[in-house]
């Protein structure tokens, strides 16, 4: 289920509103142009490689560190002007979620509770509930296993109902059962009307999970939008083994259909185990294939195979990125 097909009334509230926020440090500009929306009942993912400015983007957001220039705005709160108010609608993981192993998961849901105003015995119980933790609660934490600690972490940040969950790398370390899980569980928050925002490593979790993307590439946002929008404007290749070679490959030249010079740098890491050595990648609309490969064959060339590659979030990221590695 996608955010098109939730409550109309909950997707088109915004709780999140970035705009134009910039951060220098020192004499270098670490985010350059940063600009999106997260909606209400929507996930949101956050992609981008090594020294984008993701981090930094989300310590912005939860108001560790102040923008340079830019406004962020959550639920109509300024966070630098309102952070009080703001950033009473946010819960956040931001890297490892911070418990304490000596005590139990209850324990550490009531000393946080203290913290916050009005969080009752009940909605303990009530986010306890919601995690799944029911029957290892009073249990020490140093315990748990690593997916049961996330949730806990999970429970912390919902205690105090936000309306905008942050999670950052939320998948790190967990098995794929554990993964699995998760993804589940922050559907469900989605689809009661939480609006959550997801960075993570894992681009096929995120093209599975997220309902709309932004990618971001030397501290500004390139692209945002549906995992399937982002795809549908993405490059189209195609893969071909053919006998001879050369004579194929001068064939399809000759025709004007382009060739990749360095698949490694556009195509994810399972397409490129399952190619031959002798493999020609070239971009091309799939409406040309047949004409092609009869083109080929009338030429005596011998078509062992062809393959249309479907895009992949990893795919359009590898382009946008120029081959960039995630962070």
């Given at each position: ?114 913290m916050m105003p009005g969080v009752s015995t ?206």
């Amino acid at each position: 289920m996608t955010a098109n097909n939730r409550v109309v009334g909950e997707q088109q509230q915004t709780v999140l509103s970035v705009q134009h926020i910039k951060k220098k440090i020192g004499k270098k500009w670490i985010v350059q142009d940063v600009t999106f929306e997260v909606k209400a009942g929507e996930i949101f993912g956050f992609l981008g490689p090594n020294g984008a400015g993701k981090t930094t983007t989300i310590r912005m957001l939860v108001d560790l560190i102040r923008p340079t220039e830019g406004k962020i705005q959550i639920c109509g709160y300024d966070v630098q002007k309102q952070p009080e108010q703001a950033l009473a609608y946010v819960g956040s993981i931001v890297e490892n979620p911070e418990v304490y192993t000596y005590l139990t998961g209850w324990e550490n849901l009531e000393h946080f509770a203290r913290m916050m105003p009005g969080v009752s015995t009940a909605r303990i119980a009530e986010v306890v509930d919601t995690v799944r933790l029911g029957a290892r609660i009073h249990d020490k934490v140093k315990t748990y296993s690593l997916g049961m600690r996330q949730r806990l972490g999970i429970a912390q940040a919902l205690l105090g109902r936000p309306k905008l969950l942050i999670m950052d790398e939320p998948t790190n370390g967990l098995d794929p059962k554990g993964i699995k899980e998760l993804r589940v569980f922050i559907r469900k928050l989605a689809e009661e009307g939480m609006a959550v925002f997801v960075s993570s490593h894992l681009l096929s979790e995120i093209q599975l999970l997220c309902d709309r993307v932004a990618i971001i590439s030397q501290g500004r946002v390139l692209a945002v939008g549906t995992v399937e929008e982002l795809i549908a404007d993405g490059t189209n290749y195609v893969v071909w083994q053919l006998e001879p070679r050369a004579g194929g490959e001068a064939l399809l030249i000759a025709d004007g259909v382009r060739l990749v010079e360095d698949p490694d740098n556009v195509l994810d890491v399972a397409i490129l185990a399952g190619m031959g050595d002798h493999a020609i990648v070239t971009i091309m609309s799939p409406d040309q294939i047949a004409n092609q490969v009869s083109r080929l064959v009338k030429q005596g060339i011998s078509v062992e195979s062809v393959q249309k590659i479907n895009p992949t979030l990893e795919q359009l990221f590898l382009e946008m990125t120029e081959g960039e590695g995630i962070e």
